[in-house]
């Protein structure tokens, strides 16, 4: 008897000690952290917090879908003494709102959304800007005029990446346009490769996507001798002679600055976005095709957008039957960025 | 603004013939599992089970080729639990069907998860690099992969097994009438697990010919559905193996049709054109019905099952 009472004083002690020198933060992603995708980004940013704040630790939780399971995820850390929750997934937004007000001591962090409350803040960044500087290397190395993007759903984040990747290209190029595909699913990497192979053979010579991983893609135009721009992470292993640059997260700093915060106090309910000047966003490594004279086009459009001289979405900007958006000499409000629902001219698909 | 080179015959056929393969495989492996009286709703999750053990192998042993063999064994261990459940204990089909596919898609999804973004080594191109320049057909062959001329291959093999050798008739007999087989000195429950287990390989096949041979990848839930419509198109192509691969082009050519005609700007709702792939098979099945006479071809002893 005696002697589990002294095990059990032991552990309470140890409990205690642990909790006081440790901050414990949970991380929630809704796909595996090794899909060279959106996942994989969120926890590189969670391993690069660990590494740079002092006496944290994490904890990550995959393959959570966005239903009632991301609230008895939420509700278990939280209940087991976690202060940080980062809930990486679009769809965990509501669930996260709901576990929040109960409780009040956690801090969430939901990453893209919109809504606020006392203890959850939101964070994301914009990589549009990164998507123009890869379509530069696009529109540069496309011999047939004609690029390829697959992309999943036509929500406004995907359409700003399929705009701005075009405008890149076309600042290069003017002739090129982009053709694209939907496949109507976050993962499905069978149709993934069939609509590169379809792009492929109806004469696209350079891809890039939208989907949660992209590795089908990146293969399927490696095999067929295409280049491609890659998003979400660098994936250049899987296509190392086709790769062009890719269009990349950098979420470790930002997650480094909320979670001190957090520490000290400072922390308050905000929606965080960061941008190409703050480094949560930037470009991959460059493939061996990309020459040096794109390479310092690409550079020098960089230090426009970080500069803030030559915002991305300054007009003119022209939808595909040819409607003005925004003239000469204006730039787009952020508030219809953050709501596009069109093509530019020189795309060739349909947002319906 | 129709660009007429997504239609190209050439192109349009081997895609078709990419996108169906997986679903021929797995329509063969379930029509000859219906053909001895038993339903097995399961595929999904054998195809599944057979993807990521296939994809795990080729991973380690660095030979797509043993990647399908293990993927396909894989397949027919699942396939046993369905096997030792329906024929062994007489349970519900539909029950330990759907059994099986829950259990294939949780497995899959847990053990998946450090396959996810592993490279693997596929197949070689079918061709050297000097027959992919011969006209129409050196390029249409470089376009095909292993998996879809075993398919091709095997579904005239097993309609030939099934309707010209003693064992076919005496699988088919096995499905019309447990009782009758018995009565001629076959043992019903033997050919039946038999049936299972093929079905079991075919499916496995199936699942590792998309993760090893066709992408080259391994994601969760990966199959998207292809084994329940397979289950589906085994109705459609009637029981019969040298039908299966109509009725798998019919889906897989809808598919693949359906992501050219966005590289043609048909200017349609891409939601709209997905719905293509089953409205065209459920067209078909309506009007095979009206056509055939209401049975079929549906093997008897299926019956049994919904009564």
């Not at chain 1, 966005?66 to 202060?83: H, I, T």
């Not at chain 1, 490696?222 to 998003?231: A, D, P």
Request: with cysteine; proline share 4%.
């Amino acid at each position: 008897m005696k002697f589990k009472s002294i095990l059990a004083a032991i552990g309470l002690f140890a409990a205690i000690t642990t909790a006081y020198a440790e901050t414990k933060i949970g991380y929630i992603y809704v796909g595996p952290k090794t899909d060279y995708g959106y996942n994989y980004a969120q926890d590189q940013g969670r391993l690069y917090m660990e590494k740079h704040v002092k006496d944290v630790k994490t904890s990550y939780f995959e393959n959570i879908p966005e239903n009632a399971d991301v609230e008895r995820v939420m509700e278990r850390l939280a209940q087991s003494g976690y202060k940080v929750i980062f809930a990486t997934s679009y769809g965990y937004l509501d669930p996260a709102l709901k576990v929040a007000k109960k409780y009040p001591n956690v801090t969430f962090m939901h990453s893209g959304g919109f809504k606020l409350a006392k203890n959850l803040g939101t964070y994301f960044a914009d990589i549009d800007d990164v998507m123009y500087l890869a379509g530069i290397s696009a529109g540069a190395s496309t011999k047939s005029g004609k690029l390829g993007f697959i992309a999943a759903h036509p929500i406004p984040q995907v359409l700003r990446n399929i705009n701005a990747f075009t405008r890149g290209a076309q600042s290069v190029n003017p002739k090129v346009t982009t053709t694209v595909v939907w496949t109507g699913t976050w993962s499905d990497p069978a149709k993934e490769a069939e609509a590169a192979n379809a792009l492929i053979d109806s004469g696209v010579d350079v891809l890039s996507m939208h989907v949660d991983s992209p590795i089908a893609i990146v293969q399927t135009a490696e095999k067929r001798g295409v280049h491609v721009v890659g998003y979400h992470a660098d994936a250049s292993k899987f296509a190392p002679k086709g790769w062009l640059v890719g269009a990349a997260w950098n979420w470790g700093p930002m997650m480094t600055k909320i979670v001190e915060s957090i520490e000290k106090g400072t922390w308050k309910s905000e929606n965080i976005r960061g941008s190409l000047a703050t480094g949560d966003v930037k470009l991959t490594k460059f493939g061996p095709s990309v020459t040096d004279k794109t390479k310092a086009l690409i550079a020098k459009k960089e230090q426009a957008f970080v500069s803030g001289k030559d915002p991305l979405w300054a007009g003119p900007i022209v939808k595909q039957d040819g409607t003005v958006v925004a003239a000469e000499g204006t730039t787009m409000p952020s508030a219809s960025v953050e709501q596009m629902n069109f093509f530019v001219k020189g795309v060739i698909g349909t947002v319906q | 603004m129709l660009d007429s080179s997504a239609f190209n015959i050439s192109d349009l056929t081997v895609s078709s013939l990419r996108s169906s393969t997986p679903i021929l495989l797995a329509i063969l492996g379930e029509t000859l599992t219906q053909r001895v009286g038993i339903i097995n709703l399961g595929v999904e999750g054998q195809m599944l089970v057979g993807a990521l053990a296939g994809f795990a192998a080729t991973l380690s042993f660095g030979n797509p080729w043993i990647g399908l063999l293990v993927g396909a064994l894989a397949g027919v261990l699942m396939s046993s639990l369905h096997a030792g459940l329906c024929v062994g204990l007489k349970a519900n089909q539909i029950a330990s069907g759907i059994a099986v596919l829950i259990l294939g898609m949780g497995l899959t999804s847990f053990y998946g998860i450090p396959y996810v973004g592993q490279k693997i080594h596929g197949f070689h191109h079918l061709l050297s690099a000097h027959w992919q320049t011969v006209p129409i057909l050196g390029t249409f062959v470089s376009q095909l992969t292993p998996t879809v001329i075993i398919g091709l291959i095997a579904t005239p093999l097993v309609g030939i097994w099934l309707y010209r050798t003693r064992t076919g008739l005496i699988w088919r007999s096995v499905g019309e009438s447990v009782q009758v087989a018995r009565a001629t000195g076959i043992n019903p429950a033997f050919v039946q697990v038999q049936g299972v287990l093929i079905g079991g390989f075919f499916s496995g096949f199936a699942g590792a010919a998309m993760s090893v041979d066709y992408t080259r990848d391994w994601v969760e839930n990966m199959t998207g559905g292809r084994g329940l419509v397979a289950v589906g198109l085994v109705i459609v192509a009637r029981w019969n193996p040298f039908l299966a691969l109509p009725a798998a082009l019919l889906f897989g050519g809808s598919e693949a049709f359906y992501l050219r005609l966005q590289t043609a700007g048909v200017a349609v709702s891409p939601y709209l054109l997905a719905t293509i792939p089953y409205v065209v098979t459920l067209l078909v099945l309506l009007v095979s019905y009206y056509l055939a006479n209401k049975e079929g071809g549906a093997p008897q002893g299926l019956t049994a099952i919904f009564r």
